[in-house]
């Protein structure tokens, strides 16, 4: 799923990630880039978020609604639900 997601700094990115680790267990960190980060969680294949787009992109079995709710846990504007 691919979300378009307010974000403007690192503490923001990883707020969304930590509400989509509560989906799944065992975090693994895999650091692409500066502005892109990759995190694995069970349940959750893994998550992408993107400072620079805005972008948080979520490969899971986890349905779209449950991923949404989990991003919207965060206070983070999702545009274009």
């Known amino acids: 799923?691919?979300?378009?997601?307010?974000?403007?700094?690192?503490?923001?990115?990883?707020?969304?990630?930590?509400?989509?680790?509560?989906?799944?267990?065992?975090?693994e960190l895999q650091k692409s880039s500066a502005k892109t980060n990759t995190i694995q969680f069970a349940g959750v294949d893994s998550v992408e978020t993107n400072l620079e787009k805005q972008e948080v992109i979520v490969n899971t079995s986890k349905s779209r609604e449950e991923v949404l709710a989990a991003i919207k846990k965060t206070g983070k504007t999702v545009k274009d639900e």
């Open 1 to 27: 799923y691919k979300f378009n997601v307010e974000m403007s700094c690192s503490g923001c990115s990883g707020a969304v990630e930590r509400a989509l680790k509560k989906l799944g267990r065992r975090p």
